[in-house]
């Protein structure tokens, strides 16, 4: 089987704001149906963002890390899931976590996605809730202790 060709960028949210939203638009808003007013919030501006683009350079997956030390907006399209690029996204932003200096980093992952961030060493924290009428878990990661 031949390897998806994709690579994880740095993007500057003011400059690639139409980017990011083509991903996050496509899978919040239209498959998931998040209220449009909810995806888009005040925090965007002040997050490190991170894009996946294929090989012709078109956005295919995205993630951001705020400044509360928490992972979001992770998305990446239908067609692209499974071939490592969830994986790729997760793993800068928790490198970027890391320089940073945290002890910690968390999230809010979808239910369905538990799974996928334990894989990577996130404890789930409390309890289940609904964030945009879609059952949720908070989780975390000790960046003291983990060796990505």
Request: aromatic fraction near 6%; charged fraction near 25%.
């Amino acid at each position: 089987m031949i390897q998806a060709a994709f690579r994880i960028i740095e993007v500057d949210y003011a400059k690639d704001l139409a980017l990011l939203r083509i991903i996050r638009e496509a899978v919040f808003v239209i498959e998931q149906q998040v209220p449009l007013a909810i995806e888009r919030d005040e925090l965007d501006s002040k997050c490190r963002h991170v894009l996946a683009v294929d090989a012709e350079e078109r956005p295919i997956g995205t993630g951001r890390l705020t400044p509360m030390r928490t992972i979001g907006r992770m998305a990446v399209l239908a067609d692209w899931r499974g071939k490592g690029v969830g994986e790729a996204l997760l793993g800068r932003l928790i490198a970027h976590a890391r320089t940073a200096g945290w002890p910690s980093v968390s999230l809010h992952a979808q239910v369905e996605a538990i799974g996928f961030y334990r894989k990577h060493g996130f404890l789930a924290e409390g309890d289940i809730y609904a964030e945009a009428g879609i059952p949720h878990q908070t989780m975390s990661l000790d960046l003291t202790n983990h060796g990505n």
